[in-house]
């Protein structure tokens, strides 16, 4: 019912900003929470930034707090992260996925977004000089 695409991945120096997107098609995701999550070589998926459709609350890993910013566009179904200040070690696989918002909450508070059930195919963002 839910397909997430990713888009705006790239090479980008130190300290640059980039902005990634993530299409949604879905006929509703009032009732969903999204969010955007990484996977960096060798290391676990982890979350960075996370958006409850409905009332639009957000919250962000303490890595990507103050750099990163979530947000949505309602008429075009698009969740935005824009990532300013970007660091080496935030080069990873980034990914897109949503689900019911309580089984989205329930994902992030236990750590394991692979029981998130709708994901896109992610987009690699790669920091370095």
């Known amino acids: 019912q839910v397909q997430l695409v990713e888009s705006g991945g790239g090479l980008v120096q130190p300290g640059n900003s980039l902005r990634l997107s993530c299409a949604v098609s879905?006929?509703?995701?009032?009732?969903?929470?999204i969010g955007w999550f990484r996977q960096a070589p060798g290391k676990e998926r982890e979350g960075v930034a996370y958006l409850s459709w409905s009332d639009g609350n957000t919250g962000y890993s303490d890595s990507v707090k103050g750099r990163f910013i979530i947000s949505r566009d309602n008429t075009k179904n698009t969740v935005y992260l824009q990532m300013n200040s970007l660091k080496p070690e935030d080069t990873a696989v980034y990914y897109c996925?949503?689900?019911?918002?309580?089984?989205?909450?329930?994902?992030?508070?236990?750590?394991?977004?692979?029981?998130?059930?709708?994901w896109g195919k992610g987009t690699l963002v790669t920091v370095s000089s």
């Open positions: 996925a949503a689900d019911l918002l309580t089984k989205f909450i329930n994902a992030i508070i236990t750590g394991q977004p692979g029981d998130l059930h709708y």
């Open positions: 879905a006929f509703s995701l009032d009732d969903h929470g």
